[in-house]
C-alpha cells in the first residue's frame, strides 16, 4: 500500500555545533583519528585478518576519507573558506573517485564561483 501526504508531518531543527550538524571541525578530529591514528598501525593492529582482509578493509577507510574530505570541504565553503574547501574538494575524488556524493558537492562549489 502507499499512501501521498501532501503536507510536512515533522519538522527537524539542527542546533548549531550539534552532532547532527557537524562542522569543519568535527570533520577534521574524524579525520585525525583516521588518518593518523589508525593507518599508519593498522597493519599491526589488524594482523589477525588476512592480507587481503587488509586490503579491503584500507581501501574501505580510504573510500570513508574520501567521504570525509568532501564533506569537510562543504563545510568550509559554508565557513566562507573557498580556497581550503577546493583542496579538499580535489582530495577527496583523489581518495574516492567513485563516490557520487563527492563529485556532486564539487559541482556544487564550482557552481559558486
Do not use: C
Amino acid at each position: 500500500d502507499f499512501a501521498f501526504i501532501d503536507k510536512a508531518l515533522t519538522w527537524t531543527y539542527k542546533h548549531q555545533g550539534s552532532a547532527s550538524t557537524p562542522n569543519s571541525d568535527w570533520y577534521e578530529a574524524e579525520r585525525h583519528v583516521l588518518e593518523d591514528l589508525t593507518l599508519p598501525a593498522f597493519d599491526q593492529t589488524y594482523q589477525r585478518f588476512t592480507p587481503a582482509e587488509r586490503i579491503r578493509y584500507r581501501g574501505m577507510i580510504q573510500k570513508k576519507l574520501g567521504a570525509i574530505s568532501s564533506l569537510q570541504a562543504e563545510a568550509l565553503d559554508k565557513e566562507g573558506r573557498r580556497s581550503e574547501a577546493r583542496t579538499l574538494h580535489l582530495r577527496a575524488l583523489r581518495q574516492s573517485p567513485t563516490r557520487k556524493g563527492a563529485w556532486l558537492r564539487l559541482g556544487k562549489h564550482l557552481t559558486r564561483l
